[in-house]
């Protein structure tokens, strides 16, 4: 091809471009002063007569351009249609070459004149593409094929075409930014020259062929069914029949390989015929079999060709190649398959020219990326994307989903396109960028494309989501998830800090092997030290990353207890903003105090006393619509601070409708708070206790931020984070900036198959029973492990914390508030060390998504990706055994085991506030005799009814205790749910080697066969 030609095919090519951008600025122009009803037309006439310019274009030029309208022809599910019927007619043939360069072609590559090498060769092609034409023929021996010859001069051409389109991807990534395709056609530069020798294809027929035999395949897709239809030269051989009714008739390299994966069995290997044809760079001989092709509608209803099923086998072929194989056909185009006429109808697979063959590690790190999304856990999503190379420039990092939600989103019939083409524009529309794409997720994409542009082609819905778990799932089962049996560093390395803790390690051990646990924390405090810090597991099911002291749990209705000790501190503190009063006046006082010289930091110290000067006391026997005077709606007005904490105010169902309409409106504190002031009672306060499963913290959040003036994360703060020194290990709503250290949850499906055995229980309200709560549970790791949820502020149930931070907070309580001693020096990193909301090189603020998060939100730098890996706790080889055989305090006065610590901070005042949390004593009155919870926390009792302590458990087995007059803490934070049983015989085991008084309701546990265990009352509140 001469310069002269190579620069008019430039010029036409950039010509034809800039007219078709050009116009299509023009349209949105124009669009602007169209009445809203013919705006829909207008589009149509601009796609259609700019779709009529790209095929003229293309059948002119050919080439590489031939190949990406083909491409364009399948994605139904994103282009107009006006785009699909022009270009759909590249999928069956282009103007062929003419007879005389075919043979031509033939005769220079095998070195043969025609009539030696074929007794019949017909001289009108079969079909026409980009790179070549096929004939059919006639061996000499009699088997009938198909000849697959190069075009002359296709490669020179290709390659100017590669240049050409690479400059308009580069022009077009300047003009119009969201649409940077480089990483793609970088990719296509350096896989579409393989397409050009045809000796390549063979090797990869043959490698297809090896592979294909693999047994896996027909155990994971049963009655799957596939052929693949090749001829290459050097012999024939048939492969077909395989097990599960795969079938395949090749042979090659490539085709070899995807055999043996699909396990078809080889039918001939060993009987080549004597006349054998070598295959060369430009020419190819196939074996002939006949089909329907898949954009002949009218044939495949002909012969009742069931198009779901055949899209489905398709795709399940191609799940088997990438997941298990790691070596695909990368071209999945609807020219490139037939269906066989004869029932069962089995799809034909043609072509092998571009082929991907993935490392080891690539390919679990795409099956991780796949399951990740499937279970909507980001954390191992991103490790995924790490260990692919793939580096996401985002303002949050709950947009990998969305990447990977482009990858894996169910194919719709062509006639939703318009909805996909609107969710594109707004995924597009959030400037997602990427650093770093590594080649092979750009071919890996291009075949998800490819399939989904083919399923909606054929007007059928694929969930690509069902059909490829099992493949994914089958990668990693070997490589992820490895217990303590195999998993030498399954306890995180760290120091024991007592004797107890030393057996407690291997009592975990045990629990491990039977596979109780997934990722734990446990850690405890005695008297006022630290003797149990111990991380064991891993942070996912799909995140084999070490859980570490400083990881974070969500801890699901633990939360409870920490929004309750929020109430009991603004009571404690006395600090409540006066009613409806303006701030505007201490503001106005800021500022008149600055003549007198007082100091800024001085004057924000005047500003709160005049703040609490113009406020009065929050009361335990206040009414709640006199603080949130939106509450008072339909009967509310009775309803005091005390009903709400003993759960007893008669909402116990409010929202439950939440999780039928829109779960993720649980993220939206605003229209949350909107409902629960509008709902209406079922019960008059202080009648009934109904453990408030879902209301509970909605209204402690209302009365925590009105009472205050403050936003829940500042009082919090103020309240607990700060004074107990537990920045950046417990959050209620986590900042961004943390997520590489987050627990992502999955379900022990033991457990749960024992809720049938659930009856119905009195102290739980009716949407909250065994059936609501089967649902509840195989719901939440999906709902709880989306970034989107744990941001939010869920006061009732969405705590993330560290077990050593949540023991501390626990401590604080034992000893009446008194802050313990600095956290065990043992424990890398030190508790606190974190910041508590993380900073970035970037000062620009992340943008609102739904649910509210704190206003210093920081946007992520390019870099946070990187920080998945780069974790590692340093630890010091020191053991110290504390346990001094201290007995309990046996006096009969709950404050009586209180000794307070020499440490004079305290973050409560109140002498009695054991009585307070439990609603005994002087709090007796505002209780409901004989229930579950005293104020804002479960009561713990011995088997005699004597008080032993509080806390509050989370749904999934997470834990909260203390025992008061023992001066002993606990928490429990794990992220593989149950109904309790694996918590309650960590805490029956620790109690009984400490040789302390055990709840009633852990005393159950210390049976010897967990399985007989009595789940009457599961450890969910």
Request: aromatic residues 8%.
């Amino acid at each position: 091809m001469g310069w002269g030609n190579i620069y008019r095919r430039r010029l036409k090519v950039f010509t034809v471009t800039l007219i078709i951008y050009l116009d299509y600025k023009a349209v949105q122009q124009r669009e602007k002063w169209t009445k809203k009803s013919k705006r829909s037309a207008l589009w149509e006439k601009a796609h259609e007569r700019n779709a009529k310019r790209v095929l003229s274009l293309i059948i002119e030029l050919e080439g590489l351009w031939v190949k990406l309208g083909q491409y364009l022809s399948t994605r139904a599910d994103v282009l107009p249609g006006a785009y699909i019927v022009c270009l759909k007619q590249l999928q069956d043939s282009l103007p062929p070459r003419s007879l005389h360069e075919v043979c031509q072609t033939i005769q220079k590559e095998l070195g043969k004149p025609m009539d030696d090498l074929f007794t019949d060769f017909v001289q009108t092609p079969l079909a026409t593409a980009s790179i070549a034409q096929v004939h059919r023929a006639t061996l000499v021996n009699g088997k009938e094929v198909v000849v697959k010859v190069q075009h002359m001069g296709i490669k020179e051409i290709i390659l100017e075409d590669l240049k050409n389109a690479k400059s308009i991807v580069d022009w077009i990534a300047w003009a119009e930014p969201q649409y940077d395709f480089n990483p793609m056609i970088d990719e296509w530069c350096k896989e579409a020259p393989k397409e050009l020798d045809f000796n390549t294809e063979a090797v990869t027929i043959n490698v297809s062929i090896e592979r294909m035999s693999a047994s896996s395949f027909i155990e994971l897709i049963e009655d799957g069914m596939l052929v693949v239809v090749v001829r290459l030269g050097k012999g024939v051989i048939g492969i077909s029949g395989g097990r599960g009714g795969v079938a395949l008739v090749q042979w090659g390299k490539n085709t070899r390989t995807v055999s043996r994966n699909l396990g078809c069995q080889n039918k001939g290997e060993d009987n080549k015929p004597a006349h054998e044809v070598d295959s060369t760079e430009t020419v190819l001989v196939l074996e002939y079999m006949d089909g329907i092709r898949l954009n002949d509608s009218e044939s495949l209803e002909a012969y009742d060709v069931n198009k779901q099923k055949i899209v489905e086998e398709i795709t399940r072929a191609y799940a088997h190649q990438i997941y298990v194989d790691g070596f695909f056909n990368g071209d999945p185009h609807p020219g490139n398959f037939l269906v066989s006429k004869e029932p069962p109808h089995r799809p034909i697979l043609l072509d092998f020219g571009l082929t991907k063959k993935l490392s080891s590690s690539v390919k679990q790190a795409l099956a991780k990326m796949f399951l990740a999304s499937a279970e909507g856990d980001h954390v191992a999503l991103l490790s995924a994307f790490a260990e692919m190379g793939l580096k996401l420039r985002l303002d949050l990092p709950e947009q990998a989903m969305d990447v990977t939600s482009v990858f894996f989103r169910n194919s719709t019939p062509a006639n939703e396109a318009y909805e996909n083409v609107k969710n594109l524009a707004e995924q597009r529309a959030k400037n997602m960028k990427v650093d770093a794409f590594p080649g092979d997720i750009v071919i890996f994409s291009r075949v998800l494309n490819l399939l989904r542009g083919l399923s909606s082609s054929m007007n059928v819905r694929i969930v690509y989501m069902d059909i490829m778990r099992p493949f994914a799932e089958s990668v990693l089962k070997e490589n992820i998830n490895k217990g303590p049996a195999v998993n030498a560093r399954w306890i995180h390395e760290t120091p024991v800090h007592s004797d107890v803790e030393a057996k407690l390690r291997q009592f975990l051990l045990e629990l491990g092997k039977d596979d109780k646990i997934l990722g734990m924390q446990v850690c405890a405090y005695k008297d006022g030290k630290v003797i149990i810090d111990t991380a064991a597991g891993v942070l996912g099911k799909y995140d084999p990353r070490p859980v570490q002291p400083d990881s974070l749990f969500p801890v699901f209705s633990v939360t409870k207890g920490i929004t309750a000790g929020m109430v009991h501190w603004l009571v404690d503190n006395g600090i409540m903003a006066s009613c409806n009063l303006s701030w505007t006046w201490p503001k106005v006082w800021m500022y008149a105090l600055i003549p007198l010289g007082i100091g800024k930091d001085s004057r924000k110290d005047w500003i709160k006393r005049l703040s609490y000067a113009f406020a009065r006391k929050l009361k335990l026997e206040d009414n709640v619509a006199n603080i949130w005077p939106e509450f008072s709606s339909n009967g509310k007005h009775l309803i005091k601070v005390h009903h709400v904490l003993n759960h007893t105010s008669g909402l116990h169902n409010a929202l439950a409708d939440l999780r039928e309409e829109d779960p993720l409106l649980f993220a939206d504190w605003d229209e949350c708070l909107k409902r629960m002031a509008m709902a209406a009672p079922e019960t008059e306060p202080g009648q009934v206790q109904l453990y408030h499963y879902l209301s509970f913290g909605w209204l402690c959040g209302g009365i925590i931020e009105h009472v205050s003036g403050k936003k829940f994360q500042e009082v919090l703060e103020e309240a607990f984070i700060h004074p107990l020194n537990i920045e950046g290990e417990l959050y209620v709503g986590i900042p961004a900036g943390v997520e590489s250290r987050l627990a992502a949850l999955t379900l022990d499906t033991s457990d749960l198959s024992k809720l049938s055995e659930l009856s119905t229980r009195s102290d739980l309200p009716s949407t909250f029973q065994a059936g609501n709560i089967s649902q509840l549970v195989t719901a939440m790791p999906a709902l709880f492990n989306m970034l989107n949820i744990r941001r939010a502020i869920i006061p009732a149930a969405n705590g993330h914390c560290s077990a050593r931070a949540l023991a501390r907070y626990y401590a604080a309580l034992a000893d009446g508030g008194a802050v313990p001693p600095p956290h065990s020096r043992l424990s890398k990193p030190p508790l606190g060390s974190h910041p508590h909301i993380p900073k970035f090189p970037s000062n620009e603020n992340s943008k609102n998504s739904k649910g509210r998060k704190s206003k210093d939100n920081p946007k992520h730098s390019k870099d946070f990706i990187d920080s998945i890996h780069n974790r590692n706790a340093s630890t010091d080889s020191v053991t110290m055994l504390i346990h001094d055989g201290t007995s309990p305090d046996s006096s009969g006065s709950l404050e009586g085991g209180f000794t307070q610590s020499n440490n004079d901070s305290k973050i409560f005042c109140n002498p009695r506030i054991h009585d307070a949390f439990l609603g005994v004593g002087d709090f007796e009155n505002l209780t409901i005799p004989n229930g579950r919870f005293g104020l804002g926390f479960k009561q713990y009792k011995t088997k005699e009814g004597s008080f032993i302590g509080f806390g509050h458990s989370g749904m999934g087995g997470s834990t909260g205790y203390c025992d008061v007059k023992n001066r002993f803490s606990i928490a429990v934070t794990l992220n593989k749910m149950s109904f309790g049983s694996t918590t309650g015989r960590i805490l029956h085991f620790i109690c009984s080697e400490l040789n302390l008084p055990m709840p009633e309701e852990y005393l159950r546990f210390g049976e010897k066969d967990p399985d007989t265990l009595d789940l009457a009352k599961p450890l969910i509140n």
